[in-house]
């Protein structure tokens, strides 16, 4: 339950300060929200709210590659994907292109994913490095490829997100 209000836009210059709130667990769900505001302005704007349940609560569900890879005959190298969303005036940096592969049919995907070198360094800073994590969600795009109007579309919500383990160096991502 990831709900995007607002985009949070930094700045190129000075500084913007977030702030994430959370709230005390009611059955074991912790709702949360981010927050954000510029050095100038007194009021603070919401941009996401959403709720964490403990992995502990959750039935965990598994990845069976070979049976998606087999429902999704169609398959892109990173590079072809990218091309495609530079079309639709998507543009990502190297930090930002985890994605390697991607099978897809018109309702699911599976990526496959490896962190950017030039990320390496940094990645055990994290649960999950955030440039990894958003490179995840171009997996959402990928069911659209074939469609007949280029079009981009924003992320607004997620409904589900688990992170069954602390990713390495790569990872698969599977979108419905």
Not at 44 to 57: D, E, K, L, M
Not at 126 to 141: E, K, M, Q, T, W
Request: hydrophobic share 40%; net charge negative.
């Amino acid at each position: 339950d990831f709900a995007i209000q607002e985009a949070l836009i930094l700045p190129e210059t000075g500084w913007r300060t977030v702030q994430v709130t959370f709230t005390p667990p009611v059955q074991g769900v912790i709702a949360f929200r981010i927050y954000s505001r510029d050095t100038a302005a007194s009021e603070w704007s919401q941009h996401v709210s959403g709720t964490v349940v403990p992995a502990s609560t959750l039935q965990v569900s598994s990845i069976d590659v070979s049976t998606i890879q087999a429902r999704c005959p169609d398959l892109l190298s990173g590079d072809e994907y990218y091309a495609h969303v530079d079309r639709l005036g998507l543009t990502f940096g190297t930090s930002f292109r985890a994605l390697t592969r991607v099978w897809h049919n018109h309702e699911e995907a599976l990526g496959e994913m490896r962190l950017p070198e030039d990320l390496s360094d940094e990645a055990g800073r994290y649960g999950i490095h955030p440039a990894f994590l958003d490179s995840c969600f171009h997996v959402l795009g990928a069911p659209l490829v074939d469609e007949p109007d280029l079009v981009a579309y924003l992320l607004i919500g997620i409904e589900r997100f688990q992170l069954q383990a602390k990713p390495g160096k790569s990872l698969w991502c599977h979108t419905r």
